[in-house]
């Protein structure tokens, strides 16, 4: 039930770029972006509402693929400041009740 | 800018003991959620919470598990007779709209700073 993202962990220098993917067995409704820092409550980074919606700000976007009920957060020219744990998150229910749930997380790792 | 405040930040108990922790949720946010993550694992949902009722809640979420909104604006998660599995980071959230289609963006989740409970 629980959207898989992948890689699970990645290790990146400064400057190069990077791909995330959340892909779920069920209907996206929405799909939601959040980085934890060690230690830190997830900080909310964008939230996709429409099959084929792009959003991005600063050097980070994301697109959604309500058919293929995948996920994708780019991530370009990177900064130390975006190491963390990146969680996609999506809304599942049935029948006007639903709950909030999030991927398996992806470990980026910054280096200088 | 509004946040949410989770005390306290740090607990340490022994097994069996209950604990409660504590959330002060955004002012004008009607639904509430509780999220537990054990060090490096991913974040879980345990229960949502609106109009002073359990909205959904999971499988973890079981008899030892309580939540309750005391006053307009503490809400808490109770962990009757607590168990060394029951370590984590305990996340609370809030949201001004539900989990849901059509409520455009409204349902962003804002998280607390977390209450790590340790179970010896």
């Known amino acids: 039930q629980q959207p898989v993202q992948s890689p699970q962990a990645v290790i990146l220098r400064e400057g190069e770029d990077a791909v995330i993917n959340c892909s779920s067995s069920?209907?996206?409704?929405?799909v939601h972006w959040y980085r934890q820092k060690h230690g830190e409550a997830p900080i909310f980074l964008m939230i996709?509402?429409?099959?084929?919606e792009q959003k991005g700000h600063d050097k980070i976007s994301a697109s959604f693929n309500e058919k293929k009920q995948q996920s994708s957060l780019y991530l370009t020219a990177s900064q130390l400041s975006y190491s963390g744990t990146y969680f996609c998150?999506?809304?599942?229910?049935?029948?006007?009740?639903?709950?909030?749930?999030f991927g398996t997380g992806t470990r980026l790792k910054v280096l200088a | 800018e509004p946040e949410v405040t989770q005390t306290p930040s740090h607990q340490v108990t022994q097994m069996g003991q209950e604990v409660i922790l504590r959330c002060v949720p955004i002012?004008?946010?009607?639904?509430f959620y509780w999220y537990r993550q054990i060090l490096g694992q991913k974040v879980e949902f345990l229960v949502s919470?609106?109009?002073?009722?359990?909205?959904?809640k999971s499988e973890i979420f079981d008899d030892q598990f309580s939540v309750e909104r005391p006053d307009g604006s503490n809400f808490t998660l109770k962990i009757r007779s607590t168990k060394l599995e029951d370590s984590a980071m305990y996340f609370c959230?809030?949201?001004?709209?539900?989990?849901?289609?059509?409520?455009?963006?409204?349902?962003?989740?804002?998280f607390g700073a977390g209450s790590r409970l340790t179970v010896l």
């Open positions: 959230a809030s949201s001004e709209a539900p989990p849901g289609r059509g409520h455009a963006g409204a349902n962003v989740l804002t």
């Open positions: 069920k209907a996206l409704y929405s």
């Open positions: 996709l509402l429409k099959g084929g």
């Open positions: 998150g999506t809304e599942i229910g049935t029948s006007g009740t639903y709950k909030y749930i």
């Open positions: 002012s004008n946010h009607l639904y």
């Open positions: 919470f609106y109009n002073n009722e359990i909205s959904e």
